[in-house]
């Protein structure tokens, strides 16, 4: 069974860092495209980085410029840094990978079970 976990959440003061890690276990071949998510308080999820197997990213306007999306196939993991963190980033941050091929074949859309990150002095 493939599963993703996120880690490296927190309180952060406005203007710190955090760095999001979430890896992949299981008996992976495999991961194709993985991506970033957030939801805020009473707000709907938004794509915040994406990157692919080929290390082609994406990012959402609101976090251009502070944030990088990186990957270690070796270790199925995908990394988000956040710099110059502010109030509005305060969400809870969701790693998402779009197919991932294992022992048991092929499988789509995974999710973790996300991080807080909370940006507040």
């Known amino acids: 069974q493939v599963q993703l976990v996120e880690s490296g959440g927190g309180l952060v003061q406005p203007g710190g860092s955090l760095r999001l890690s979430c890896a992949a276990s299981?008996?992976?071949?495999?991961?194709?495209?993985m991506a970033w998510y957030r939801q805020a308080p009473g707000k709907e999820r938004e794509l915040v980085a994406t990157i692919t197997s080929g290390g082609s990213t994406t990012y959402a306007d609101s976090v251009k410029g502070r944030a990088t999306i990186s990957r270690d196939d070796a270790k199925n993991t995908v990394y988000l840094q956040m710099n110059s963190l502010k109030p509005e980033d305060t969400a809870v941050y969701y790693c998402?990978?779009?197919?991932?091929?294992?022992?048991?074949?092929?499988?789509?859309?995974?999710w973790g079970q996300g991080t807080q990150v909370t940006v507040s002095s």
């Open positions: 299981g008996s992976i071949f495999n991961i194709n495209t």
């Open positions: 998402n990978a779009d197919r991932i091929w294992h022992v048991g074949g092929k499988s789509r859309d995974h």
